[in-house]
C-alpha cells in the first residue's frame, strides 16, 4: 500500500503490487548497464521512508530527522489511524470481542495492529540504512514498543482475536539413511 502527504497534510493511499526496476541512465558508450530489481520489501521500505521524510516536512515546525523521537513517531502512528481500515469496537459495542459481529456498528477504523508493527520495522531498518546511529534510531525507542504492545492487546480484545507469538519450527536433524548398528546381547550372568 501507498502512502502519500501532499502539501495540505492529507494522504492518499493507492494500492500497488509491482515491481519497479531501476536502471542507470544511459551511458555515452555502447554498452548497457544490467538493471537492478528491488524487492516489494525494498520498495515498501523506500515508499515508507519517503513518506516518513514527508510527514517530517510538513509537521509544524517542520521538523528535521536528527531532531525526531519517538514521540514524533507516535505522533506519525496516530496520525496513520485516520486511514485504517480495521474496525476496532469500543467497550460499550455489543459487539466487543466478536472477531465477526453479524451487524454493522459505529466503532472507528484504524490501522492494524500488524501493519503498524510491520511499518516501525521497515522504517526502523531504513533510518539505520540511510545513516542513523542504531542507539538514536526514534523507531526503535521504548515508548514506540509500549505504543505496539498497547495496540496489539487492545485490538486483540476488542476483535476477540489473540496475537500469539509464533513458535518457530525447529529443523529435523538430517538422520543417515544407513541403518543403527545392531546393539550386542546383554550379557549372561
Known sequence: MDTFLN????????????????????SSSSSTS???????YENQKRRDWNTFGQYLQNH????????????????FLRYLDQFGKTKVHTNLCPFFG?????????????????????????????FEENGGQPE??????????LYLREVRDSQSKARGISYEKKK??????AVASAPLPALPPPPNR
Open 34 to 40: 544490467p538493471s537492478t530489481t528491488l524487492s516489494r
Open 136 to 145: 538514536n534510531n526514534p523507531f526503535g525507542a521504548r515508548a514506540v514498543r
Open 98 to 126: 466478536h472477531p465477526n459481529p453479524p451487524a454493522p456498528c459505529p466503532c472507528p477504523l484504524r490501522q492494524a495492529w500488524g501493519s503498524l508493527d510491520a511499518l516501525i520495522g521497515r522504517l526502523r531498518a531504513a
Open 60 to 75: 509544524r515546525p517542520p521538523l528535521s530527522l536528527p531532531r525526531c523521537s519517538g514521540a514524533h513517531v507516535l505522533e
Open 7 to 26: 502539501p495540505n497534510s492529507t494522504i492518499t493511499m493507492i494500492a500497488t503490487t509491482t515491481t519497479t526496476t531501476i536502471s542507470s541512465p544511459p
Open 168 to 173: 518457530r519450527k525447529r529443523p529435523v536433524p
